[in-house]
Nanobody, 127 residues
Framework: QVQLVESGGGLVQAGGSLRLSCAGS????????MGWFRQAPGKEREFVAA????????HYADSVKGRFTISRDNAENTVYLQMNSLKPEDTAVYYC????????????????????WGQGTQVTVSS
């Protein structure tokens, strides 16, 4: 059974930083693309960042480009999201996801293309 568990969320002031972690279990995730999404109150879930199985290819939403960095440690079965220069509009529940296929594109931005999701971690940025 595949399981993803996010951690690292919390309350931070605008301009601050947080590092989210997503630990996978039940399968080795090193062969698969992974991504981060977020859902703010009253809004639909949106793409944040994605990373290829090797970590060599990454992609970001325009709203976080230059401030967030996605990375992975395949030996630890973990994906990270380093978030710097946080803004109040970054407040949301952040989810990690894995696409359990390594054929096709190295990264994916569409929510429907991911197969398994974590439970989410809350990030709140105060102004």
């Amino acid at each position: 059974q595949v399981q993803l568990v996010e951690s690292g969320g919390g309350l931070v002031q605008a301009g601050g930083s947080l590092r989210l972690s997503c630990a996978g279990s039940g399968r080795t995730f090193s062969s698969y693309p992974m991504g981060w999404f977020r859902q703010a109150p009253g809004k639909e879930r949106e793409f944040v960042a994605a990373i290829s199985w090797s970590g060599g290819v990454t992609h970001y939403a325009d709203s976080v480009k230059g401030r967030f960095t996605i990375s992975r440690d395949n030996a630890e079965n973990t994906v990270y999201l380093q978030m710097n220069s946080l803004k109040p509009e970054d407040t949301a529940v952040y989810y990690c996801a894995v696409r359990l296929s390594n054929s096709g594109s190295p990264i994916y931005t569409a929510e429907r293309l991911y197969d398994s999701w974590g439970q989410g971690t809350q990030v709140t940025v105060s102004s």
